[in-house]
């Protein structure tokens, strides 16, 4: 006979108080280990970039401090033109630039394959795109796509090895449509005019972090390029639509910490009510048990006096009745 049939109707062994406070606690115990997986999930979503955001909005990965402390996963208010998150951005623009390196180097095995000498570095192989042009009397040409064999170049640093690459710029000649171009042969006002044209049209903190990293990437080439960059870099920041902006920036930064505080203590102040709770009807139960005999005294005490002054009355009515 099927065990589970009597189950359903109703019959079979009843289920005793402690076994179904164990039920209990393994349902919760496995609500508990289904709720830290779907966070676990959660968090690889947003590791992942899975999590979506609001326009203008990326998903900052979260990340330790020096001092140890844990900054969790969350959007943050996107810095680029674009509105996008740049890494991502660079990810893919590297992706596409090591395929056509291999690309290159299948075409051009044998310059890929030759060892550069003492203070020389091999430079990757590369595909020119179409692109149109005009002649000087003012005729319109198209030239076609072309590829560039890999070769060797002097090294700037006088090393024979390449190093890592930390910085690489996406977008280039984007300072160039607002008159930002041979820097060298500009002076000091038509630079500052230039730039105020792309800080109006462009957010000034992509402009400053662009002027830095054209710096440190001519840091070893051209001294006097690396100085007039970094100072137009350090000029951009004295500008009002810059500290604007910081400033917003910060203010946000402010509100949000206040109220994660807030909420932090009204979580505290409602675990210490709870607290409180728990410990005055503990202590109003002790009373009670340690109490209880004495009420019960109390009432007997009551009732016997009640009586024996119910008693004392008759017999008084009793004697005045015979008198």
């Not at 075409?107 to 192989?125: D, L, T």
């Not at 009510?273 to 209880?292: E, M």
């Amino acid at each position: 006979m099927d065990y589970n049939i009597f189950l359903k109707v109703g019959g079979g062994k009843k289920t005793s108080k402690k076994q179904s406070s164990k039920k209990q606690l393994s349902k919760k115990q496995s609500s508990k280990k289904q709720s830290k997986k779907s966070s676990k999930k959660m968090s690889k979503k947003v590791s992942k970039g899975g999590a979506s955001c609001p326009s203008g909005q990326i998903m900052r990965k979260g990340y330790t401090t020096k001092t140890g402390k844990r900054v969790s996963s969350g959007c943050i208010t996107a810095q680029s033109n674009s509105g996008e998150k740049t890494t991502n951005k660079v990810i893919e623009f590297l992706k596409k630039q090591s395929r056509m390196h291999q690309l290159a180097r299948q075409k051009f095995p044998a310059q890929a394959s030759k060892k550069c000498p003492k203070g020389y570095i091999m430079r990757e192989g590369y595909k020119r795109t179409s692109y149109k042009s005009h002649s000087k009397t003012g005729k319109k040409t198209s030239v076609k796509s072309s590829w560039t064999a890999p070769s060797c170049i002097k090294s700037v640093t006088g090393k024979s090895k390449k190093g890592s690459k930390l910085i690489t710029i996406i977008d280039k000649d984007v300072l160039g449509k607002y008159g930002y171009n041979n820097i060298t042969a500009m002076s000091q006002t038509e630079r500052h005019k230039a730039l105020r044209k792309a800080i109006k049209a462009n957010k000034p903190l992509s402009i400053y972090r662009r002027l830095i990293a054209i710096a440190t990437l001519n840091k070893n080439k051209d001294a006097k390029l690396y100085r007039t960059l970094r100072d137009d870099a350090a000029w951009i920041k004295t500008q009002t639509e810059y500290i604007i902006k910081s400033a917003s920036k910060k203010s946000s930064k402010k509100v949000s910490s206040k109220k994660t505080s807030k909420k932090a203590s009204s979580k505290k102040s409602s675990k210490k009510a709870s607290t409180k709770k728990s410990s005055k009807k503990a202590s109003t139960k002790k009373t009670s048990k340690v109490g209880g005999g004495k009420k019960g005294s109390k009432k007997v005490s009551k009732k016997v006096s009640k009586k024996v002054s119910k008693k004392g009355s008759k017999a008084k009515s009793k004697r005045t009745s015979r008198k």
